[in-house]
């Protein structure tokens, strides 16, 4: 397997434009999730899914920020309007609940981006 | 919310030096895992703790799960510059929650040649 793969790997976009991040979990996995990592605030869970649904989006910051699971195999996490304070890398990771998995995560190289 | 007191926030060794760090919690947790982020990429996983008590190791890399069940640490031994990067714990409050995942802020590891 190709592991998570996240697109685009960097992102420099302006102030007030909109942001689409893309995920592809690994296959098979049933939860997927999306962390921002600041070097304030290290790893922050933003929201994850279970088969494709929503279970917990505490972690999203604002209604600027949402997130969509169309399908197993796709997720994106878009920001509209980006601010500057949005600067950050964006991680996608996946997981296959079972006992012997432990309910270990996997994540994607990451999305920086940048807005200016 | 929950937290992770992970520690040291960086450490500067010489290759060929042990390396320790380790995170504790007020929370009780049912698996820690612990982490490796190298500049650019995401974090991978290195070790997973699932009883109080287990010690694991692969390769140089040892980590226990402490007693108590609200600490783990990861020690490397003779350390080489491949170490260089971020190590995270990560700690999963209850069995079955997948979004319980807590990450401690990490330990920056420099090794000089």
């Known amino acids: 397997d190709a592991g998570v793969i996240q697109s685009p790997r960097h992102e420099v976009t302006e102030m007030g434009q909109e942001v689409t991040l893309r995920c592809k979990p690994i296959s098979g996995h049933d939860y997927l999730f999306w962390y921002r990592q600041t070097m304030m605030r290290g790893l922050e869970l933003l929201i994850y899914f279970n088969n494709n649904v929503p279970i917990d989006d505490s972690g999203m910051p604002e209604d600027r920020f949402s997130a969509k699971m169309p399908n197993a195999s796709f997720s994106t996490l878009k920001i509209q309007p980006s601010e500057p304070r949005d600067s950050a890398v964006y991680f996608c990771?996946?997981?296959?609940?079972?006992?012997?998995?432990?309910?270990?995560?996997?994540f994607g190289a990451g999305t920086r981006l940048s807005v200016l | 919310g929950q937290q992770l007191n992970q520690s040291p926030q960086s450490m500067f060794i010489q290759e060929g030096e042990d390396v320790s760090m380790n995170c504790t919690s007020s929370s009780i947790f049912n698996t820690w895992l612990w982490y490796k982020q190298d500049p650019g990429e995401g974090p991978v996983l290195l070790i997973a703790?699932?009883?109080?008590?287990e010690l694991t190791s692969n390769g140089r890399l040892t980590a226990q799960f402490g007693i108590t069940r609200k600490d783990s640490f990861l020690n490397i031994s003779a350390s080489i510059p491949s170490d260089v990067g971020i190590y995270f714990c990560?700690?999963?409050?209850?069995?079955?929650?997948?979004?319980?995942?807590?990450f401690g802020k990490g330990t920056k590891l420099s090794v000089k040649p």
């Open positions: 703790l699932y009883k109080a008590g």
């Open positions: 990560a700690g999963q409050l209850r069995s079955g929650s997948q979004g319980n995942l807590i």
């Open positions: 990771a996946s997981s296959l609940e079972g006992a012997l998995s432990g309910n270990i995560q996997y």
